[in-house]
Nanobody, 127 residues
Framework: QVHIVESGGRLVQPGESLRLSCIVF????????IGWFRQAPGKEREGLSC????????RIADSIEGRVSISRDSAKNMVYLEMHNLKPEDTSIYYC????????????????????WGQGTQVTVSS
């Protein structure tokens, strides 16, 4: 059974940077994709970035391109989302999700594809 825990969300000031962490338990191969999503109150869940386990390829959503990077530490089963120049509109609950198995060459930032989800971590950007 796959289990996901996000961490790192907190209150930050506009312009600051933040790194969110996602630790995944229960994956038995490299054939998966991991995605980061966010959802603000009253809004649709929005895809931000994804990473492909067996190829290492990544995607970043156009809406946040240039302010976000995704990376992994395989030894720790961790995937990170680094965000820069945070704005009040980035305030949201941030979720990590996994699709497993996944055999594609590159991942898709599409929430309908992911079958395992974490509980989320709250990021608040405010002065």
């Amino acid at each position: 059974q796959v289990h996901i825990v996000e961490s790192g969300g907190r209150l930050v000031q506009p312009g600051e940077s933040l790194r969110l962490s996602c630790i995944v338990f229960g994956l038995t191969s490299e054939y998966w994709e991991i995605g980061w999503f966010r959802q603000a109150p009253g809004k649709e869940r929005e895809g931000l970035s994804c990473l492909t386990g067996h190829t290492g390829l990544t995607r970043i959503a156009d809406s946040i391109e240039g302010r976000v990077s995704i990376s992994r530490d395989s030894a720790k089963n961790m995937v990170y989302l680094e965000m820069h120049n945070l704005k009040p509109e980035d305030t949201s609950i941030y979720y990590c999700a996994v699709e497993s198995p996944f055999y594609g060459a590159n991942c898709y930032i599409d929430k309908e594809r992911f079958n395992y989800w974490g509980q989320g971590t709250q990021v608040t950007v405010s002065s």
